[in-house]
């Protein structure tokens, strides 16, 4: 029934959500002005913010973007995948879903569901994350429905997302490739396949994120909770900090030993069973939705180390949420 009032929806000019590997999309046709339209005016997005059109391989890529040797090697590697690369439009590709620009952003998503509708529709998809522009992005179906209420489109259920947070971003169009959103493909990963190094336009700092202009979606101020959410630069000064008040609310990583320092009555959360970055970053919205739904004064988490690379894309959208730095 979902399968079908979805398939429906993107070939009518209509709007549906879909479930992806990283987070659930809200799609349509990117060859429809009218349905782009309404995704924009659902996430009450900027017009400036461009979207991210999706396809079943490189070849079908070819068909609304001008390809070249990086976007076949990395596809190669990582499609489908989580890895989204921009390159040059080709006229097909309205400038609604490119916000003006002459590139477009397109990646292939591994979810089975999002390709059997790929398969059945046989048009590029447009998909947005599925949250009211600047809020977290979903990564179960109720999140969805919590999200946009009444005025929800059709849903697939395709359960929890597997990998949690969004795509890397890549730009392709500059002679030395760079990372405009950090993701859960890393710059060691794509720097491995490419064979030379490329450029991170994407680094947070510990005091504010250095937005890249080339892609205007990436502000400093996204995936945000309701309630401030207030980041400690190491779990360490986090449990010692004077600044957990006692309306307040903690997530810790499991891993971290932790001595019961907080006041009593704290209610705390853990973000995963280990530190495995995969498992931290499948887990991490659902978190913050389940800190912001307790309706506490603040939600206060800390920093991720960053020896591992893996952690950085966490860092970042720890970061982009945070309403205040300790
Ligand atoms: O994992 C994902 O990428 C998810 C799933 C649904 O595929 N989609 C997603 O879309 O996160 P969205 O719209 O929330 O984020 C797309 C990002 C935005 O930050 C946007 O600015 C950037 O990609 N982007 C899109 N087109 C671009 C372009 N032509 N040049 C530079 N950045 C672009
Ligand atoms: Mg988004």
């Known amino acids: ?36 339209e309404k995704v924009f005016s659902l996430k009450g997005r900027p017009s400036n913010n461009p979207l991210i059109v999706h396809v079943l ?22 499609w489908p995948g989580a890895l989204t690369l921009v390159l040059p439009k080709r006229k097909c590709i309205p400038i609604e879903i490119t916000a003006g620009l002459n ?23 447009a998909a947005p994350s599925a949250n009211p522009s600047n809020k977290i992005s979903p990564t179960k179906y109720q999140d969805v429905l919590d999200a946009f209420g009444e005025d ?14 969004e795509s890397t971003v890549l730009d392709l169009t500059t002679q030395t490739p760079s990372i405009l959103r950090l993701g859960p493909i890393t710059k060691d990963e794509i720097e491995a396949v490419l064979k030379i190094q490329i450029q991170n336009k994407a680094l947070y700092t510990k005091k504010h994120i250095v937005s890249p202009i080339k892609s205007p979606g990436l502000g400093s101020k996204h995936y945000a909770p309701d ?56 887990y991490l919205y659902g978190i913050l939705r389940e800190a912001d739904k307790l309706n506490r004064e603040k939600i206060h988490i800390s920093l991720y180390s960053t020896h591992n690379e893996s952690f950085n894309a966490i860092n970042d959208r720890l970061t982009r949420a945070s309403t205040k730095r300790i």
């Open 57 to 78: 391989n490189h070849d079908s890529a070819n068909e609304f973007c001008v390809t070249n040797d990086f976007s076949k090697k990395l596809s190669d590697f990582f």
């Open 1 to 36: 029934m979902s399968f079908d009032s979805c398939t429906h929806a993107i070939l009518n000019s209509g709007i549906c959500v879909l479930p992806t590997e990283t987070v659930y999309g809200l799609a349509c046709s990117a060859l429809s002005k009218a349905a782009i």
């Open 227 to 282: 309630t401030p959410l207030h980041l400690h630069s190491t779990f360490k000064s986090m449990i010692s900090s004077k600044f957990i008040g006692e309306n307040d609310v903690v997530i810790l990583p499991k891993d971290k030993v932790y001595n019961g320092q907080f006041k009593t009555n704290i209610p705390i959360l853990f973000l995963s069973t280990s530190n495995n970055h995969e498992e931290t970053a499948k």
């Open 152 to 165: 929800c489109p059709p849903i697939i259920d395709g359960g929890q997302c597997e990998i949690g947070i």
């Open 103 to 125: 590139t477009v952003a397109i990646r292939s998503p591994t979810h089975p569901t999002f390709r059997k509708v790929l398969n059945f529709v046989k048009l590029p998809i």
